[in-house]
């Protein structure tokens, strides 16, 4: 994975991981917090993933 889709992998992850949290706190919806828990789910993949270029 190159280093450009890790790191937009990563803010798009924290970007659905704060709104489903959010949604949740306001609403107590029980598919939000499942949706926050894949979420951080892509954030742990995407964080284990090492960078690589593509001429590697």
Request: no cysteine; glycine share 8%.
């Amino acid at each position: 994975m190159s280093p450009t889709a890790r790191n937009t992998g990563i803010v798009v992850t924290l970007g659905m991981l704060v709104f489903s949290s959010w949604m949740y706190l306001q609403t107590g919806d029980w598919v939000a917090m499942v949706f926050a828990v894949f979420s951080l789910g892509y954030g742990v993949f995407f964080f284990s993933v090492t960078p690589r270029d593509r001429d590697s």
